[in-house]
């Protein structure tokens, strides 16, 4: 009995160490990790939790140069750490990839001709392109750019996330266009030293409290027109820009447009693109409010009149203030009587990224420019070094962010040969024709325009 108690005890002892060796499926074997001290509760059954989905090798593309354009030069400066991590990422992504990313900076003057006849000679001069909307159009229509559908999956950062890149506004009944996310800041930017010289209301307050609109804007402006030395002459103004812009942005802020690209439809004859016509030319010739320092009221140049500092208000974006000699505000342009505020201004220069047809590989070209942005964000918003390079004050550029950016309207009545925009304003704003006839005179001129581009 004392021999088969021992040899028990030994057996007892044997299979007690082979289990706890062996211990597969034994709860001891699949003791979670200590939880990490900031609480969070650890993972359950780690051992049965399926591994990450391995990433699938990079597609070896030979040394290819990956072209992309625009009319200025797109490479990041490193001036900043923003900057300073792209370009490592670029380096990253062209050792990933084996091959070479190139910024093709072309004349704005011969970027269109250049685009045109590679496209049409089926070698595109770049891989990726940059183009405004009001070259875009006819672009698409004629078949030389391919819809993002093309060459962006389900896996896409656009398609999902959209923090590298978004899809930029729909054109030509699709969505073609692409970018990085940014900050527009286009609206009415007002010359705070004259403000403060005249004892006028800051815009910004008149915002907030709901009082800023057409009405106010004129009152305001008619305020600022001054003679400030006594020498019988006005040396301050309330307002400058150019008429044809003006038009199409109190038209945009009227919940108008001057043309209907998705419906392929003349507005001139829109009732809120006649009523902010009207409304300009009281600033112009009723009121006399506006300062045309080349004389010509029609004269693109007179979109920088601002710059002399002796105009209260002005309609600006934000890259037309660098090297300012006074101090600046911004609020959105006024909502007309049939506006709101999901709509305040005319994005006459709204561009963006397109892939040519033509361009070989194009998914492929596509995800590497994608991946150039993945990198850890330095910004707590999208711009914020630029803008806090141009704005002073955290004010003008939550006004940006909160009530600016993305309320514009795209516009794009530059893509329709012969539409008759200038035309219109100027028999309106230098001519003084009722704006009623003018709109009728030139509705079946503006309408031709819109259809002979459709086919």
Not at 290 to 298: A, D, E, F, L, Y
Request: proline share 6%; aromatic share 10%.
């Amino acid at each position: 009995m004392r021999k088969m108690k021992g040899l028990s005890l030994i057996l007892f002892c044997l299979i007690f160490l082979l289990s706890a060796c062996g211990g597969g499926n034994n709860a001891a074997g699949n003791t979670p990790p200590p939880a990490p001290e900031t609480g969070n509760k650890a993972p359950e059954n780690t051992a049965e939790s399926e591994p990450p989905a391995a990433e699938e090798p990079a597609v070896d593309l030979g040394g290819r140069v990956i072209k992309v354009a625009a009319w200025w030069d797109l490479k990041p400066a490193g001036a900043t750490a923003g900057e300073k991590a792209r370009l490592e990422k670029i380096a990253e992504v062209e050792k990933k990839y084996n091959c070479k990313i190139e910024f093709v900076n072309v004349p704005f003057e011969e970027y269109m001709n250049k685009f045109t006849t590679s496209v049409l000679a089926g070698e595109p001069f770049a891989d990726i392109v940059q183009l405004e909307y009001k070259s875009a159009l006819p672009a698409i229509l004629k078949g030389q750019l391919l819809p993002i559908s093309e060459f962006t999956t389900e896996k896409n950062n656009i398609n999902n996330k959209a923090d590298l890149m978004i899809k930029s506004p729909a054109l030509g009944g699709g969505e073609y266009a692409f970018d990085n996310p940014g900050t527009i800041a286009l609206g009415i930017h007002y010359n705070r030293d004259i403000f403060k010289k005249l004892g006028l209301p800051d815009l910004q307050e008149l915002y907030n409290k709901g009082e800023w609109n057409w009405d106010k804007f004129l009152e305001i402006a008619k305020q600022a027109t001054k003679d400030t030395d006594n020498d019988g002459k006005t040396d301050v103004w309330g307002f400058s820009g150019w008429a044809i812009d003006a038009v199409k942005h109190f038209t945009a802020a009227n919940g108008g447009k001057i043309v209907d690209d998705e419906n392929g439809k003349e507005m001139l004859s829109d009732p809120r693109t006649i009523e902010a016509a009207e409304f300009v030319n009281r600033l112009y010739n009723v009121d006399k409010v506006v300062r045309v320092k080349s004389g010509n009221k029609t004269n693109w140049e007179e979109t920088n009149t601002f710059l002399d500092g002796n105009v209260a208000m002005f309609v600006a974006a934000e890259w037309q203030l660098k090297d300012l000699t006074f101090e600046v505000g911004v609020v959105p342009i006024p909502n007309g009587p049939q506006g709101s505020p999901k709509q305040t201004y005319a994005f006459t220069a709204a561009a963006a990224k397109f892939i040519p047809k033509g361009v070989k590989d194009p998914a492929i070209v596509y995800q590497i420019y994608e991946e150039t942005f993945d990198i850890p964000p330095t910004e707590e918003y999208p711009g914020q070094d630029y803008m806090e390079s141009i704005y002073a004050n955290q004010e003008d550029i939550d006004m940006i962010r909160e009530h600016i950016s993305g309320t514009g309207v795209i516009t794009v009545d530059e893509a329709y040969p012969n539409y008759p925009t200038g035309a219109f304003v100027e028999d309106i704003i230098v001519k003084n024709q009722s704006v009623a006839a003018t709109a009728e005179k030139y509705k079946q001129q503006a309408q031709a325009a819109v259809d002979k581009l459709g086919k």
